[in-house]
């Protein structure tokens, strides 16, 4: 059974993970209001079936997030601002391989559209930053960490050339984040060494540069949307405990 089905979007961390996303849930549901007291932990560790200790390493996180505040001697309440706290993505996610495929999905929505928004109004100047971005990473494609920065910078210069301020600040606030950790990307091609990798996402970029530059709305979507499903089936195929080629996506 493949990633996508399997998982079902469910995370299946620990018991504390698993109980943090249901506290999670009932909050942004607003089930549990801005400003009401949360159960005793005692009582929640009763009716969830757990450990005390999973309750408050759950509840621990919830505060850790900014869903929920302690006040001294009086519980624990959920936070007024809870149900608008800040979209984010956590180092911790990122490490895992389940939450990456879940990133690149998304990604995979909104990389071919920028790429198509680029084409239609970049600028030569736009063209000359992209063409930059690239040999900058070319240069460092040797040291994994500079590697990354650079590659997420190379997107961020189709953000821009996209003229939507809005793809600029995602792409900001993303960072590194963009980009799935090189060493997964190893794990997923064990054959493929670091410059082979290099070299086919290299490949993969210039056909969106090119695209772009040439003005192909079109061609510049589908290559962006050929980039990130490669990157998608090598996660998901690391997911599935498997290396075998899956056949490609068809647009």
């Known amino acids: 059974m493949g990633f996508a089905v ?10 504390a993970d698993r109980l943090f996303v249901k506290f999670e849930s009932r909050i942004l549901s607003g089930e549990w209001q801005p400003g009401s007291r949360l159960p005793a932990q005692k009582d929640i560790a009763s009716s969830e079936a757990v450990s005390r200790t999973v309750v408050r390493e759950a509840v621990a996180r919830l ?14 309440f959920v936070a007024d601002s809870a149900r608008y706290r800040a979209f984010q993505v956590t180092r911790d996610e990122m490490a895992d391989i389940g939450d990456v495929v879940l990133l690149l999905e998304m990604r995979l929505a909104f990389e071919t559209e920028m790429a198509a928004l680029a084409a ?3 600028s030569m100047a736009d063209v000359d930053a992209m063409q930059a971005a690239l040999a900058h990473m070319r240069a460092v494609s040797a040291d994994p960490a ?5 590659d997420a910078q190379f997107h961020l210069t189709i953000a821009k050339a ?3 301020p809005y793809f600029i600040r995602f ?10 950790p090189r060493e997964l990307a190893f794990r997923a091609d064990p054959g493929a060494g670091a ?6 996402v290299d490949a993969q970029h210039v056909a969106i540069v090119d695209a772009i530059a040439r003005l192909d709305v079109e061609g510049a979507r589908a290559a962006a949307r050929r980039h990130m499903q490669e990157s998608l089936a090598r ?13 490609p996506i068809k647009d």
């Open 63 to 76: 505060e850790a997030q900014g869903y929920a505040v302690a006040r001294q001697g009086d519980g624990v």
């Open 171 to 180: 792409c900001e606030f993303l960072g590194v984040r963009l980009v799935p």
């Open 195 to 200: 410059q082979e990798y290099a070299g086919l």
């Open 235 to 247: 996660h998901i195929r690391l997911a599935d405990g498997s290396h075998h080629a899956e056949p």
């Open 162 to 164: 996209s003229k939507n």
């Open 120 to 122: 239609m109004r970049r």
């Open 6 to 15: 399997k998982a079902g979007m469910m995370k299946t961390g620990s018991l």
């Open 146 to 150: 500079a590697a990354a920065e650079a």
